[in-house]
């Protein structure tokens, strides 16, 4: 009889494992901090993601900032996804893992003029333009490299996701597109230009939005424009990502419920979707692994001092994004109040506030759930610290997918004062 390998992160005789492999086999092989990523999970989640939206038969484009590991960038690639990407070193790190070009969307705002050059030279598919001026700058580099650069501008809907406001892109008060109501007036424009085939409208309204209706509401407003504009030209609509995930309190984005929601407005608009999914597809795929350094008892607050910090994970100090945080193994320590901190000098490095959890011992070997988006994408070297490994389990077997950085990496490319030139 076949034993079917568990996929992603699950308990078995009470031990976390990954795709079915040990979490505290990694963690002797690798060292903590180290981010574990889960192959199978990655593809359940497209699978999921696709299978919803089924219907609508959408261009599904990763948005490469989530997670840019080349070898989850590869796995995509090989899953047939196009890729969404913010900055030319995002372009880089797709084109290394065999990434097609023509499937990337260059979106983000303040791209530069050497990297719109290189983005078209590289064969870059489409670009999701933010203002009158980035279109003006993107024609002149097209007209130069005699081209035709195909662009959707990017609109902004005015419409509020309900979440963090960090993480808030779609309302009338941040930097992000152009407002509906100027949108008709910066296309006719942009229609002038040489060199630029204005195709499409962008939105993307924020992160972590955790249902339909903000989306909903964006369409409506898209479609009001559509209506009053027209369709000539337009090739697709492109709505962005951030669909939210469950971080262990019930809330997530259901990927059927938004499908059928957004049928009846997408249908009504009638152009191909174009969707661009960061977290959704990878935050529960990626766990960090962190040992106990030290307990610290309080009085009413202990605190366990880990050997991951704000510089591996910095959602928790940023956004005060509540992770769930396990121990690999039951150590069958009491409950307390406490709260898991880091070595990094700042109050502000911890990876939860203070919750009921088990003191676990020093030694003791811990899981940060869903930590596949932003958490290795926005780690530093802040304190000096070498950034984590990353590793992939793929096909049942843990992999290196990024070695723990070294105490040379830390100095590359510096010079001390008695070395500089001039
Ligand atoms: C960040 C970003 C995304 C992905 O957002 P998620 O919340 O990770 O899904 C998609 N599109 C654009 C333009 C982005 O900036």
Redesign the pocket.
Known sequence: MAIETPIGFQRRSGELQADGVPLEEIARRYGTPTYVYSAALLEARLRALRSAFAALAPDICY?V??CANLSVLSLFARWGTGF?I?SAGELHRVLAAGGDPRRVVF??VGKQRWELERAIDAGVGRF?AESAAELERLGAVARERGVVARVAL?VNPDVDPRTHEY?R?GSKENKFGVDLDRAGEVIRAARAIEGIDLCGL?C?I????CEAEPYVGALRRIRAFFDDFGRAGFDHLDL?????IDYGDGREMDFAVLASALQPELRAIGLPLVL??????VASAGILLTRVIEVKAGRDRSFLIVDAGMNDLLRPSLYKAAHRIEEVRPSGAPTHRGQVVGPICETGDFLCEARDLPLSPAGALLAVRDCG??GFAMSSQYNARPRAAEVLVLEGRARLARRRESFDDLLRGELASDLLDG
């Not at 924020?206 to 939005?209: C, E, K, L, M, P």
């Not at 962005?240 to 939210?244: C, D, T």
């Open positions: 948005a900032k989530a969404d913010v979106a983000g999701n990017r993480i892109t962008h993307h924020g992160s972590q939005i962005g990502g951030g669909f939210g661009e999914p960061g977290r959704s597809l988006a932003y």
